[in-house]
């Protein structure tokens, strides 16, 4: 039996832990050999503690300075240097483990999602099988020249924009365009690279390299839109320049006043804004392990802290509004012919097919309890039909004609005509519902803030109109390009923070420009998790909400720890300042109100998931699918 192995740290995370441990071991030899009578090797023992972390932590500052910043962790420096400079090597040792075990916090908080995920360009395939001389050879995408001629496989991605070289093709673009049914081509049809094949094996004939592809160009818009993003504020900022001003001149006061720099290194002590640096990082990560029981990761602490703060949503339709998943909710049998027997012969008949819609039938009619025949002498025709023998009859599936007198279908409804020995035998229907969840997922976003909530689709204007229109949607944005997506984004933020939600490809620089991007991972594309913030693993929409739920409670829970920490700071510095505090003990009191505040931020840890303020009854309902 092999053991079990641990999850592998990161740079940052392994070397924020050696920090901390750093002080933590100096904290324990030190106090062993003060015990043993040896109090001259525990100081020096302690002032071993301190050096590494103060060193990182004036490396850190330099660097910060340089790109305009000023934090907090200016006092924790000044209190370092100044009880080594006094001779008050274990108040500083103390202070360092503070320090170092905040960053740790932080380091982990930031690394807890982040290994759950994949590369941007993870979805397209490293190599593709060429026509060489007659045979296949297999070559890395980046040797792929225009003209090559490649074969792709079924289920396999295309790795670069081709000319259909086979008779007939069906793709899969819902990652792409937002098309939920497939797409059939014909010869001579120009595709874009991303698409999946959805059919049989076809010949492509590559047009350019792939580096000038279409998923490629969206690559490049997902880093445009990430260096183009304001950094995300943090809660701890808001008390940072406040606190250091008020540090600042109680320091010097003390000082000037008594002329001791024991005194004013005590209030430095006390003023280690130690429930900034550890409460926050506590409530944060138990907020994100909250959220992350519920199916939702979080890949940062500013990412949670956002949640709550925004006002307007861009979601996408397919496979995030609607299961992304052909459905069969429609049978429309010929005169003289029982749906039920059309849905045999035409799932029976299926089972020989690859094809999307060929296994919507077949799942349809097993969920149904029917027990399909074997077909035999199956042919299929890309963009065409198949047909085949079921129990003795011939049965055929494909495009309706056109001037067969029958009505078009609705909006996001695909039709399929099923003959039976050569006459029409009805048609079915075929569509991608809507989430059953949607509609109630929605009204607790409301319900949680959002004012604005806008479908960006790129699919077809009259589909992505009856899903607004039957979700209640403030506004729909259709046929949408990536590009033409990133905008939405652009504008919609003069409503306030945006957040967009969505699952494929066409979706990431969108993703990657929201304030806070939401990907659904259950069937979604690499790029809109690679671009996302939050990853709903859950294929449930409805823990949008819960998320922000969590987020709000986690950071009132963290506002609360930092006031009374701080409160309680503040008093200890005053405290310190008249001479009724040491050093150590000022260090001691703050490990006391630490301890306090973190435990009061293990409280986002529990409790029940937070309930949605009511719904009004009148709410959009999506009970019914698309083709309702």
Known sequence: MRAPTLPRLEPEERDA???AAAPATALALGAALWTAGRADLAHWTWMAGVLPVLAALVVSIVRSLAKGDFGLDVIAGFAMAGALATGEALAGCVVALMLSGGQALESYAQRRARHEMTALLGRVPRAASVYVGGRLETRGIEAILPGDRL???AGEVLPVDGRLASAGAALDESALTGESLPVDYR???ELDSGATNAGEPFDLVALRPAAESTYAGVVRLVESARRSRAPMSRLADAYALGFLALTAALTALAWALTGDPRRALAVLVVATPCPLILAVPVAVVAGMSRCARRGVLVKSAAVLEALPQVRSLLIDKTGTLTTGRPRLVAVEPAPGVAEVDLVLFAASLAQGSQHPVSAALVDHAR?????LAAPTRVSEQAGVGVTGEVAGRLVALGRPDADDGSEPPPPGVLAVAVALDGRPAGRLLLADPVRPEAAQALARLRAEGLARIVLVSGDRADVAEHVGRELGLDAVVSEATPAEKLAAVADARRFGPVMMVGDGVNDAPALAAADVGIAIAA???????????????ADRIDRIGE?????RRTREIAVQSVVAGLGLSLAGMVAAAFGFLTPLAGALLQEAIDVAVVLNALRALGGQTPEAAPVAASAPRAAESAAA
């Open 367 to 371: 969920r149904d309890g029917l027990s």
């Open 187 to 189: 010869e001579g049809a």
């Open 547 to 551: 998320a922000i739920a969590v987020a």
């Open 151 to 153: 074969l792709i496989r």
């Open 523 to 537: 069937r979604g594309a690499a790029a809109a998790s690679e671009a996302a913030d939050v990853i709903l693993v």
């Open 17 to 19: 832990l050696l920090l």
